[in-house]
């Protein structure tokens, strides 16, 4: 999991910065951000996914929308800034 800023940010080298290079070294997935996100929503977002995860019913891919979606039903979380940046790369399952 690449919870950091940016992780998900490419440039010519690597087309999805971090994430991408961890996926073509052997990462069957990796959840990344595409820009600079905030702390406290951050790890909101990632124990909600944790939680998910540890319960297995649901993919990955299901984890991390539910998590977003936690997130953006917090008031003062709703904006997209708070949850939108994560993406998913690879293997959703």
Known sequence: MLSA?????GDDRAALGLAGIAVRAGAR????????VNDAATAELM????ERL?????????ALQ???LDVLHTA???HPYY????VLVGNWQ
Do not use: E, M
């Not at 800023?5 to 940010?9: E, F, M, S, V």
């Not at 124990?47 to 944790?50: E, F, K, Q």
């Not at 540890?54 to 299901?62: E, H, L, N, R, Y």
């Open 5 to 9: 800023c940016q992780t998900a940010a």
């Open 29 to 36: 997935s990796t959840i990344a951000s595409l820009w600079k």
């Open 47 to 50: 124990v909600g996914l944790y």
């Open 54 to 62: 540890s319960v297995g019913q649901v993919d990955k891919a299901q």
């Open 66 to 68: 539910q998590a977003q």
């Open 76 to 78: 003062p979380t709703s």
């Open 83 to 86: 949850w939108a940046a994560f």
